[in-house]
């Protein structure tokens, strides 16, 4: 990973991370590209930042949500594109069982910031 990728993915990480905290969907989209594809936790694809607020907007409304980020790996596939992997650990402070699953990014570089452009989540268990 190089550091520039990892500078980048760590401050990208850490906004997400706050905005989770509080369930503020205007701060956590965007984080988000104009043409992001979002998969988060729910079958559904939304797109667009304004998807992406509609499915931060849908969550329940814990009262002390928290999101950490671990195994995380990150590569600049290019001048302007960044792939990063990891697993994230969803803290709901008692109010359900903890959600741990594998998440992938690809960060853009979009009107000279980073931004999200493709989030998928997915279960830990195997598939096949």
């Given at each position: 990973?190089?550091?520039?990728?990892?500078?980048?993915?760590?401050?990208?990480?850490?906004?997400?991370?706050?905005?989770?905290?509080?369930?503020?969907?205007?701060?956590?989209?965007?984080?988000?590209?104009?043409?992001a594809?979002?998969?988060?936790?729910?079958?559904?694809?939304?797109?667009?930042?304004?998807g992406?607020?509609?499915?931060?907007?849908?969550?329940?409304?814990?009262?002390?949500?928290?999101?950490?980020?671990?195994?995380?790996?990150?590569?600049?596939?290019?001048?302007?594109?960044?792939?990063?992997?990891?697993?994230?650990?969803?803290?709901?402070?008692?109010?359900?069982?903890?959600?741990?699953?594998?998440?992938?990014?690809?960060?853009?570089?979009?009107?000279?910031?980073?931004?999200?452009?493709?989030?998928?989540?997915?279960?830990?268990?195997?598939?096949?």
């Open positions: 990973m190089s550091s520039e990728a990892d500078a980048i993915v760590s401050a990208i990480i850490a906004k997400w991370c706050a905005g989770f905290a509080t369930l503020d969907a205007a701060a956590l989209s965007s984080l988000y590209a104009k043409n594809f979002f998969f988060g936790s729910n079958p559904k694809l939304y797109r667009g930042r304004d992406v607020a509609d499915y931060f907007n849908g969550l329940p409304r814990w009262r002390r949500p928290s999101a950490t980020f671990s195994d995380v790996h990150a590569a600049q596939a290019g001048p302007d594109l960044i792939n990063m992997a990891g697993i994230i650990t969803f803290d709901l402070a008692g109010e359900r069982d903890d959600l741990v699953v594998k998440m992938s990014w690809v960060i853009i570089r979009e009107e000279g910031d980073w931004k999200i452009v493709n989030h998928h989540a997915s279960s830990q268990a195997p598939l096949i």
